[in-house]
């Protein structure tokens, strides 16, 4: 591609914007439906299970090689409790899926750190050395 051929010819960085947990119409919610969560907005990537994981990791890894990523922000314009997480459980097991959710999604950033050690944000002051953006959806770095 020509874009692709015009980036890693080029001498600055390149980093990428992304919105890693949630799909609408995505060629990966159309091929793997059972590993969203539907929500009023858009589906949710469900990180408690390992094959979303997977998933996640597969397309994230992709772009970074790809694109030659050195930057990564990862912005969270769900509000998953609301949308997602609410509704999918019972009232007594409130916050257990979006514990899994965290526990999935950080796993698969120790699996990003391990396989890309030189992507990073900057400045890198976080054990995860990424942008991690709430923005109107209240994501937690935990």
Request: proline share 6%; net charge negative; aromatic share 14%.
């Amino acid at each position: 591609m020509a874009l692709e051929g015009a980036i890693t010819a080029q001498t600055p960085q390149y980093g990428i914007w992304i919105t890693p947990q949630a799909a609408s119409a995505s060629h990966a919610y159309q091929t793997h439906p059972g590993l969203y969560l539907n929500g009023s907005r858009s589906n949710l990537l469900n990180l408690l299970l390992p094959e979303a994981q997977d998933l996640f990791f597969d397309q994230f890894s992709e772009l970074i090689t790809r694109f030659n990523c050195s930057r990564i922000w990862f912005d969270y314009n769900t509000d998953a409790r609301l949308t997602h997480w609410n509704a999918w459980e019972a009232p007594d097991r409130q916050g257990l899926l979006e514990l899994g959710f965290y526990h999935g999604l950080y796993a698969v950033f120790d699996r990003t750190r391990r396989e890309y050690p030189n992507v990073r944000r900057k400045p890198a002051t976080l054990q995860y050395p990424w942008e991690l953006g709430g923005g109107g959806g209240g994501a937690r770095e935990v």
